[in-house]
């Protein structure tokens, strides 16, 4: 080959163009949508989930009644949301992962965020959040450090939220929230 003999300065950039080149197009881009995660096989397992619904429902519905300051932000009144069964689950098996193999974390040990974890359980979202806690609480003292707590707050306050699962395995706790995609 003819670079061979060429500076290496010399041969990079000639290198460099040549890709640049190649590479340039002037067709319209595609824009990849990755396909959904697929579901896990079975969506609607038993769970021994102790948490109250209702309970946390009233609790996190009467301040996103309100408005509440989440720190140094205020943030305004937001719609109530509704107990979802797919939510739950989602927030189920992630604390029950968590408890299992003794990690603390929004990413599961796979790498995985709530998003796909949402999705596997056959909810199509359009946005999502999460929440977790570790330790010996109530529906009560778990709402109330994730509102004294300015991140957790604003993701309770997130009014693009209408929807929320909550789950507590051992002394791990998830809670989702999410809003469906219109048409599901």
């Known amino acids: 080959m003819i670079l061979r003999f060429v500076r290496p300065a010399v041969r990079t950039a000639v290198c460099v163009w040549l890709l640049a080149c190649v590479a340039c197009s002037k067709e319209p881009l595609t824009v990849y949508t990755p396909p959904p995660p697929e579901p896990i096989g079975d969506t609607t397992f038993l769970m021994n989930n102790p948490v109250?619904?209702?309970?946390?429902?009233?609790?996190?519905?009467?301040?996103?009644?309100?408005?509440?300051q989440c720190g140094d932000t205020f943030m305004a009144p937001a719609p109530p949301i509704r107990w979802n069964k797919s939510l739950e689950r989602a927030a189920y098996l992630h604390s029950q992962d968590?408890?299992?193999?003794?990690?603390?974390?929004?990413?599961?040990?796979?790498?995985?965020?709530?998003?796909?974890?949402?999705?596997?359980m056959g909810y199509s979202w359009l946005a999502w959040g999460e929440n977790i806690a570790l330790g010996i609480l109530s529906e009560k003292t778990l709402v109330d450090g994730f509102y004294k707590s300015p991140t957790h707050c604003k993701v309770l306050m997130n009014s693009k939220f209408t929807e929320m699962g909550v789950a507590k395995v051992g002394n791990f706790w998830s809670q989702e929230f999410a809003s469906p995609k219109p048409g599901h």
């Open 52 to 68: 109250d619904a209702a309970l946390l429902l009233s609790l996190v519905n009467d301040v996103r009644a309100k408005g509440c």
């Open 98 to 120: 968590m408890d299992r193999n003794s990690y603390f974390s929004h990413n599961d040990l796979q790498g995985n965020t709530a998003g796909k974890r949402i999705s596997r």
